[in-house]
């Protein structure tokens, strides 16, 4: 029973668009959050001057607000994830699921 409930679900051209989309819209985040990532590393590394720079007469530099808005950055694009995932992505899966 499994085995052929399996069968229609992966045979179901809905769920190859699922799957499909859901991989290329996965990886395409993971690959802007490591883009965000390692260019502030790659600051770090290469260029600590820039970073280290007063912001204002205070005692806060640069780095600070930079490391925080990556920090914000990855909350978001989670946030943007979740939010397709609970609305096109769920409704792709109950209609896969209602159909097999």
Do not use: C
Not at 57 to 73: D, Q
Not at 88 to 100: C, G, H, K, P, S
Request: no cysteine; net charge positive.
């Amino acid at each position: 029973m499994g085995d052929k409930l399996t069968r229609s679900i992966v045979s179901n051209p809905k769920y190859q668009h699922l799957r499909r989309t859901r991989m290329r819209y996965g990886w395409t985040l993971t690959v802007v959050m490591l883009l965000v990532y390692y260019a502030f590393i790659g600051v770090i590394a290469f260029d600590k001057e820039l970073f280290a720079l007063k912001l204002g007469e205070g005692v806060m530099t640069w780095g600070i607000p930079v490391g925080f808005g990556v920090i914000v950055f990855s909350v978001l694009i989670t946030g943007l994830y979740v939010r397709r995932a609970n609305s096109e992505f769920d409704r792709l899966t109950r209609e896969i699921v209602q159909e097999a």
